[in-house]
C-alpha cells in the first residue's frame, strides 16, 4: 500500500511516534484531479504503477484524467535507485520536458519534475523525505488545464518584457530571476542556483552558499508577479528545494 500524506498529516504522525518516517522516495502532486497540490505519495513499495482509474483496474497512484493511460508508467526499485518506465502510455510521459522512449528505463533524479497529459497533471520526485521537502507552496498554479501561450515577449538584449502590447523594462534582479527561470523553463530550478545567479555579488558562507534569505528571494518573486501580471509568470515552488516556471513564453 502506498502512503498519501499531507503535511498536517506527516507532522502529526512524526509527533506520535517520535521519529521520522522512513521512506524510500516521494512524489509530490503539483496538480493531477483528483489529489489536492502539495499531496505526497510515499513510495515504500519496489514497484508503484501510476495510471487512471477505470473499472478493470485501480494503479497505485490513480488520476482520473482520461489523457492519462490506464497503465501510464511504473517506478520501480532497481539498486536503491527510483527507475521510471513509460508503459507505452498514449500521450506519453515527460520528465524535465523530455518525452521518453516507451519501455526504456529512466533513472529519477532529485527535482525531477515529470508530466502527464500535456502538462494537466504535474509530479515533483525527490528522494528526500518530506520533512525537508513537503512544505509545497504553489506560488501559482494554473486554475485551467492547460498552459496557453501567453501574450508575452522578452527581448533580452533591451531587457523588456512586452505584456498584451505594453512595454515593460526589467530591473537588474528582475532580469536575472527571468533569465534563469526561463533557460531552465518547466523544470524545478534549485534555490542556491537561483541565489547565485541572481545575486552573484553576494558572499557565501563557510560551507559554500550565498548568504541571500528566503524572504528577499520570495520578495523578488512577489515584486515580478506584481509588475508584470499575475498570469504572465506562472511560478511554482516547492519549498525548501526551489522553484520552476511553467511557460511557452517567446524571446528574443
Not at 532529485?110 to 497533471?121: A, E, P, V, Y
Not at 498554479?141 to 533580452?156: A, C, F, G, K
Not at 527561470?181 to 534549485?190: C, E, F, G, Q, T
Not at 501580471?229 to 516547492?238: C, D, E, Y
Amino acid at each position: 500500500m502506498l502512503g498519501y500524506f499531507s503535511l498536517e498529516e506527516v507532522k502529526l504522525h512524526q509527533q506520535m511516534e517520535g521519529s521520522t518516517l522512513e521512506n524510500f522516495a516521494c512524489l509530490y502532486i503539483v496538480r493531477g484531479e483528483p489529489y489536492r497540490p502539495g499531496t505526497c505519495v510515499n513510495l515504500s513499495e519496489d514497484e508503484t504503477l501510476v495510471g487512471r482509474v477505470s473499472n478493470q483496474l485501480t494503479p497505485d497512484l490513480a488520476f482520473t484524467n482520461a489523457f492519462i493511460s490506464r497503465e501510464h508508467f511504473v517506478i520501480r526499485k532497481e539498486q536503491d535507485k527510483a527507475v521510471l518506465y513509460d508503459l507505452g502510455s498514449r500521450h506519453g510521459t515527460e520528465i524535465n520536458g523530455v518525452l521518453l522512449t516507451p519501455h526504456t528505463p529512466y533513472t529519477l533524479k532529485n527535482f525531477d519534475i515529470i508530466k502527464l497529459s500535456k502538462g494537466m497533471t504535474v509530479i515533483h520526485f525527490s528522494y528526500m523525505f518530506a520533512d525537508q521537502t513537503l512544505e509545497f507552496e504553489p506560488l501559482s498554479i494554473s486554475s485551467h488545464l492547460e498552459v496557453p501561450e501567453l501574450p508575452l515577449t522578452i527581448h533580452w538584449e533591451r531587457r523588456e518584457c512586452v505584456v498584451e502590447g505594453k512595454r515593460i523594462l526589467m530591473s537588474e534582479k528582475e532580469y536575472l530571476l527571468i533569465r534563469v527561470l526561463h533557460d531552465h523553463a518547466n523544470r524545478l530550478v534549485p534555490l542556491e542556483e537561483i541565489k547565485s545567479k541572481v545575486w552573484p555579488e553576494r558572499s557565501t558562507g563557510a560551507e559554500g552558499f550565498s548568504d541571500v534569505t528566503l524572504d528577499e528571494l520570495n520578495a523578488l518573486i512577489y515584486r515580478v508577479r506584481k509588475k508584470y501580471g499575475k498570469a504572465t509568470f506562472l511560478i511554482s515552488a516547492v519549498r525548501g528545494s526551489g522553484y520552476m516556471l511553467e511557460t511557452e513564453l517567446k524571446s528574443s
